[in-house]
Structure formats: C-alpha cells, structure tokens
C-alpha cells in the first residue's frame, strides 16, 4: 500500500465508449503524473500537474483528456481509444522537488 | 536526457548477494542516479538514489564509480520477493518537473 490508490483496477472499453481512470493520493502531495506501460515497452510519461497546473504533456493524444481539480486527484478521459491504446496506466505523485515517486497499483485498460 | 543502458536480465539464487550494474557514461555533473523496481503486478516503487558518494539503506546499496559512469545496485541477500524488474534512471538536479525517463531495466529472477 503506497498511499495511491487507482479505479478502476481493470477496465475493457470498445473504441466507441467513454470512460475515466481516477486516482487519488492520501500523502499530501503536490505533484502527480499519469503514465503508460505497454507491453514489450518502457514506461512513458504522458502528464504531470504540479499544484493542479498541467506542466507537461508529453505528445500524447487528445483522445487521452487529464483533469486534476486539486491535489489529491486525477483523473484520465478516454474517447474514442484505440486498440493499441491498451496498456497498464500508472499514477504517480510526489512532493515538488523530491526525488521520490510512489505509484499506484495501475488501471489495466483493454481496448476493442 | 542522459541515457542508462542496463542488462535485459540477470539470475540469481536466494539468499545470495546481488549486483545489477548499470551504464551512464554521458552522465551530467547535476545527473542524481535513481534506481526503483516494479514488482509483478504493481507500479513501480523508489529504492534508492545517490548523486557521488556509495548510499545505504534498509532496502539496497549503491556503488557509483569514482568516474560516475556506471552504478551497482547491490541487494545483500536476495529474497524471492526481490524478484523484478529494476530501473535505473538518471535525474537531473535542476529538473524542476520531477520526471523520471524509465528504460527497459533488468529483469531479476531469483531461484530458490
């Protein structure tokens, strides 16, 4: 238990479909980051928001909407996916500045 | 950014040290060296880090070369638990936005 907590912990959507990933952090951060874990591939950075502000956003589709109404929580919007949009999403938080990153568990996505 | 380049895998037996090496030779003076590790299953979660000097704590060790040009982290004594995949990442001190650029790491497995 990190102290990151994300639902859903499974998801399977058609391309058509609508969803959200939220994730919620319990260690008064101020930094948190959506990532990507495909299979066969490293981890990519897709947002980071420090103190609510989106300061980075690393080429990632607009098919992919974040929104984080305060510190504690972020959400992932999803329209209209892709099949290989599957993937693990990994949320992240820190404090600004630390070195350190604590991850959620990950939503598992399957898009068909 | 500075690029890491680590082995695929690595094999070892419980209760045995050991020492996943890890290549930075176009580190930067502000570069910290970070290590985290993604147990099956889950995200992925800090172990250690260290910017020039050898670094202990209650998880790992870490060896940085006089040159700062290659790392090793060291497990004392590997446990069936410790098997994962291990990323070694560099972090520049003057990042203001906390982001950490994961590679494909080393996959450990430990034998009974």
């Known amino acids: 238990e990190t102290g990151v907590t994300q639902t859903p912990r499974h998801l399977v959507m058609g391309m058509t479909n609508k969803k959200s990933l939220k994730c919620e952090q319990h260690l008064g951060h101020n930094a948190m980051y959506w990532y990507k874990q495909s299979a066969k591939k490293p981890l990519e950075l897709m947002f980071v928001y420090n103190f609510k502000e989106q300061t980075e956003n690393n080429s990632v589709p607009s098919r992919f909407s974040p929104e984080c109404p305060n510190s504690s929580h972020l959400f992932l919007h999803l329209h209209t996916l892709q099949p290989e949009d599957s993937a693990l999403y990994l949320c992240?938080?820190?404090?600004?500045?630390?070195?350190?990153?604590?991850f959620g568990p990950g939503t598992r996505l399957t898009v068909t | 950014d500075a690029k890491t380049t680590q082995p695929n895998s690595m094999e070892s037996n419980e209760e045995e040290p050991v020492h996943l090496p890890c290549n930075h030779s176009?580190?930067?003076?502000?570069?910290?060296i970070h290590w985290y590790r993604q147990l099956p299953s889950q995200g992925p979660e800090y172990v250690i880090h260290?910017?020039?000097s050898n670094v202990n704590n209650r998880m790992a060790s870490l060896a940085i070369a006089e040159d700062r040009k290659s790392s090793t982290l060291i497990l004392h004594r590997a446990t069936l638990r410790d098997a994962a995949v291990y990323y070694c990442?560099?972090?520049?001190?003057?990042?203001?936005?906390?982001?950490?650029?994961f590679g494909g790491g080393t996959r450990l497995m430990v034998k009974p």
């Open positions: 992240a938080s820190s404090h600004l500045g630390s070195y350190e990153q604590y």
């Open positions: 990442i560099l972090r520049d001190l003057l990042d203001a936005g906390n982001m950490l650029t």
């Open positions: 176009t580190i930067s003076g502000t570069d910290y």
């Open positions: 260290g910017l020039t």
